[in-house]
């Protein structure tokens, strides 16, 4: 672990979370019913979930028993992986969280630029 890491049991927390949010986003994004239907909205909202699912993908493997010691560096490669539009629905969701994502986020300080939806 390096000094500026937070604690594992805080990474796993904070990942086991994420996963959490991003199922609950999904499940409201893929409703049936919406206000706005249609086909641009549709289309706003398959990306939205394209982008979190894809962002997500990986973070139930980093929470293996056998990986766990790794996952600082897991996150790592997330973060430096995502896109603008997946590094904000980050950001937002650890600022939701109240999890200290700077030993991350500190190196790129556009990330939170712009607008989270898109």
């Known amino acids: ?5 937070p604690a ?15 199922f ?5 994004l893929t409703e049936d019913r919406h ?8 289309i706003r ?6 982008a979190i699912a894809d962002i997500c993908h990986n973070l139930p493997g ?4 056998d990986r766990r010691a790794r996952l600082a560096d897991g996150l790592r490669s997330l973060w430096n992986t995502a896109n603008a539009v997946q590094r904000r ?3 937002g969701n ?8 700077r030993w991350l986020t500190a190196s790129t300080p556009d990330a939170t630029a712009g607008t989270a939806a898109e």
């Not at 980093?62 to 028993?65: D, I, W």
Request: aromatic letters at 8%.
């Open 1 to 5: 672990m390096q000094a500026d890491e």
């Open 8 to 22: 594992v049991a805080e990474m796993e927390s904070a990942t086991a979370d994420l996963l959490r949010l991003a």
């Open 24 to 28: 609950v986003e999904i499940r409201f």
């Open 35 to 42: 206000e706005d239907q249609s086909p641009e909205a549709v």
């Open 45 to 50: 909202r398959r990306k939205r979930v394209n």
């Open 62 to 65: 980093l929470l293996a028993p």
């Open 89 to 91: 629905w980050l950001v």
């Open 94 to 101: 650890w600022d939701h969280l109240a999890y200290d994502h």
